[in-house]
């Protein structure tokens, strides 16, 4: 085998080293970012008291920018074809997973509830400190949400679907997503796994839609609803200005302990339940446009051949090819 063949496929750069290039992008975008903020703080003398809220938000254009150039370089479609179109079932599929993330952080906290670890009542703080924080931690998840679906499931996990398939490709990018996270304050084995283990969910939505709008909302309600609504801890992560406060007691094991409930045994079960259900739910499938944006023509291949290609790499069910 020539070297230009290890690099090389059918006239388009393997879908393998399109995943290097992208990852190696991201993690320069990152760097990048820390090395401005950096430079602002040491200008300004002090780190400011919101550096994750701007890190986020600098980090988002700088993401959007790396997968435009991505899009447009190798697959010549545009950047809306990573799952970021406005168009076809993107606002019902917002919803479901804005619903489903609530869901699971009631599940768990109900199940703390119930095993009498955790207890919860209002936060001892004015009604102007609990707006304040509701529009600032709104922000803060929404961008950071964006941000680690971007990452974790847009571009570079896509690129990996098509050099190892579905299967593969989520057991990478889930591991890759646990180990990103063990840098957080209080981590554990369990949370770690945990972690990893979430990474399957919202994989499982973005190949079952293409889009990457149920990813969103089930990732940003999950921090939303278990950081400012109940008052958890969020990976390690302590929020104050909260609608209530939570009061855990149990073992740590069993509830995360100070880590937050990512890091126990009652969100391992309610991860596999979630992931069950967008495995197989009828109500979760790809629409017409995603199927034309994400299963068109690229690089001058045919659209039948191109459909044929991802349809079988797309839908681990296959249930997102239709609704019936």
């Known amino acids: 085998m020539k070297w230009v063949e290890v690099l090389v496929s059918n006239g388009r750069v393997r879908a393998g080293w399109r995943f290097l290039i992208s990852a190696a992008m991201v993690v320069s975008a990152q760097f990048s970012v820390a090395i401005l903020l950096g430079i602002t703080f040491d200008i300004a003398g002090q780190e400011p008291a919101h550096a994750l809220f701007?890190?986020?938000?600098?980090?988002?254009?700088?993401?959007?920018?790396?997968?435009?150039?991505?899009?447009?370089?190798?697959?010549?479609?545009?950047?809306?074809?990573?799952?970021?179109?406005?168009?076809?079932?993107?606002?019902?599929?917002?919803?479901?997973?804005?619903?489903?993330?609530?869901?699971?952080?009631?599940?768990?906290?109900?199940?703390?509830?119930?095993?009498?670890?955790?207890?919860?009542?209002?936060?001892?703080?004015?009604?102007?400190?609990?707006?304040?924080?509701?529009?600032?931690?709104?922000?803060?998840?929404?961008?950071?949400a964006t941000n680690e679906e971007l990452m974790f499931r847009g571009y570079p996990f896509q690129r990996l679907v098509e050099a190892l398939g579905p299967a593969a490709a989520v057991g990478v990018s889930s591991v890759l997503f646990g180990a990103a996270h063990l840098g957080n304050p209080s981590h554990t084995w369990l949370s770690t796994l945990n972690t990893a283990l979430v990474g399957v969910p919202l994989a499982v939505a973005y190949l079952r839609t293409?889009?990457?709008?149920?990813?969103?909302?089930?990732?940003?309600?999950?921090?939303?609803?278990?950081?400012?609504?109940?008052?958890?801890?969020?990976?390690?992560?302590?929020?104050?200005?909260?609608?209530?406060?939570?009061?855990?007691?149990?073992?740590?094991?069993?509830?995360?302990g100070t880590y937050g409930p990512e890091g126990g045994g009652l969100a391992t079960i309610v991860i596999v339940v979630a992931t069950v259900y967008l495995s197989f739910s009828r109500s979760i499938y790809m629409s017409d446009e995603m199927r034309e944006l994400a299963l068109g023509a690229a690089n001058g291949m045919p659209l039948g051949a191109a459909r044929n290609v991802l349809l079988q790499t797309v839908d681990p069910t296959g249930m997102s090819a239709g609704h019936e």
């Open 54 to 144: 701007w890190a986020s938000c600098l980090t988002l254009p700088a993401l959007l920018a790396v997968f435009k150039i991505l899009t447009s370089f190798f697959e010549k479609k545009p950047l809306r074809s990573i799952g970021l179109a406005f168009c076809g079932r993107w606002a019902a599929e917002l919803g479901i997973g804005l619903a489903l993330g609530t869901f699971m952080v009631l599940a768990v906290a109900a199940l703390e509830l119930g095993l009498g670890a955790a207890r919860f009542s209002w936060n001892s703080i004015s009604m102007g400190q609990v707006m304040e924080g509701g529009a600032y931690y709104g922000a803060l998840f929404a961008v950071a």
């Open 210 to 256: 293409r889009a990457l709008w149920l990813p969103i909302g089930i990732h940003f309600a999950w921090n939303f609803i278990l950081g400012y609504g109940l008052g958890f801890q969020v990976s390690g992560i302590a929020f104050t200005r909260t609608l209530f406060s939570a009061n855990v007691n149990g073992l740590p094991w069993l509830t995360g």
